[in-house]
């Protein structure tokens, strides 16, 4: 699950465009944290609510 954007990494000071986390319910702290760049997206499982408009 997707949870954030444009994260930083305190240890490189490099940005990854996507913060998440495997458990559904959410971030339970950045050792369950996985920040990754689009690149590293291979396939989208669920996309999420979209209605009419989006």
Same mark, same amino acid.
């Given at each position: 699950?997707?949870? +954030?954007?444009?994260?930083?990494?305190? %240890?490189?000071?490099? $940005? !990854?465009? &996507?913060? +998440?986390?495997?458990?559904?319910?959410? %971030?339970?702290?950045? $050792? !369950?944290? &996985?920040?990754?760049?689009?690149?590293?997206?291979?396939?989208?499982?669920?996309?999420?609510?979209?209605?009419?408009?989006?």
């Amino acid at each position: 699950m997707i949870f +954030g954007i444009k994260q930083s990494s305190k %240890n490189t000071d490099k $940005e !990854y465009d &996507y913060a +998440g986390a495997s458990y559904f319910e959410g %971030n339970f702290g950045s $050792e !369950y944290r &996985y920040v990754f760049v689009q690149s590293d997206i291979s396939e989208i499982l669920f996309g999420g609510f979209e209605d009419s408009e989006h």
